[in-house]
T-cell receptor, first 112, second 113 residues
Framework: GESVGLHLPTLSVQEGDNSIINCAYS??????FIWYKQESGKGPQFIID?????DKRQGQRVTVLLNKTVKHLSLQIAATQPGDSAVYFC???????????FGSGTRLSIRP | EPEVTQTPSHQVTQMGQEVILRCVPI?????FYWYRQILGQKVEFLVS????????KSEIFDDQFSVERPDGSNFTLKIRSTKLEDSAMYFC???????????FGPGTRLTVL
């Protein structure tokens, strides 16, 4: 069943600071955990994913951490920019299934 | 960069009417999906489609919903008799392989009056 949830609905950070968005999950059977960014009026945009057998993955300015012990997922954005303002969703996917199960979203706002 | 497109961007309809939402997938993509997002809520999976048949569907995707690829390029979602609670953003997504990234379109906002 649905298992992905987010700790906070909103997050405000100073431009240039690092942002950390957290997510909890309850289903240990998920094979992929994914972060999506959704800007106003647009569809979800893939940011980064991580397989369940990994604990860290880095992309351009983003890092995803997976702690399977406490079933916790986080997205770190380095040097947050105004263009990072959006709603961020964590999501999960089973390797044998095609659907993506989305969490409820965290709105990230950037203070100048 | 290739992208998924959807038409119309906004559809207003009367309750009980049929609507067809259209999606043009990224060329060479073989897996197609529909999701919806009720205002202020999370994105919900509706249906996945591969090789001209439904692969998986959610409880939301009842007999009032159907999908097809009428001409080998467009991918459509039909709601036979719309209800007020069908009002939402509907997103099409496509991927090249089952486990690859899903690319989402900009969505169609459906308003049922």
């Amino acid at each position: 069943g649905e298992s992905v949830g987010l700790h906070l609905p909103t997050l405000s950070v100073q431009e240039g600071d690092n942002s950390i968005i957290n997510c909890a999950y309850s289903n240990s059977a998920s094979d992929y955990f994914i972060w999506y960014k959704q800007e106003s009026g647009k569809g979800p945009q893939f940011i980064i994913d991580i397989r369940s057998n990994m604990d860290k993955r880095q992309g351009q300015r983003v890092t995803v951490l997976l702690n399977k012990t406490v079933k916790h997922l986080s997205l770190q954005i380095a040097a947050t920019q105004p263009g990072d303002s959006a709603v961020y969703f964590c999501a999960e996917r089973y390797s044998s299934a095609s659907k993506i199960i989305f969490g409820s979203g965290t709105r990230l706002s950037i203070r100048p | 960069e290739p992208e998924v497109t959807q038409t119309p961007s906004h559809q207003v309809t009367q309750m009980g009417q049929e609507v067809i939402l259209r999606c043009v997938p990224i060329s060479n993509h073989l897996y197609f999906y529909w999701y919806r997002q009720i205002l202020g809520q999370k994105v919900e999976f509706l249906v996945s489609f591969y090789n001209n048949e439904i692969s998986e569907k959610s409880e939301i995707f009842d007999d009032q919903f159907s999908v097809e690829r009428p001409d080998g390029s467009n991918f459509t979602l039909k709601i036979r008799s719309t209800k007020l609670e069908d009002s939402a953003m509907y997103f099409c997504a496509t991927s090249g392989l089952a486990d690859n990234e899903q690319f989402f379109g900009p969505g169609t906002r459906l308003t049922v009056l």
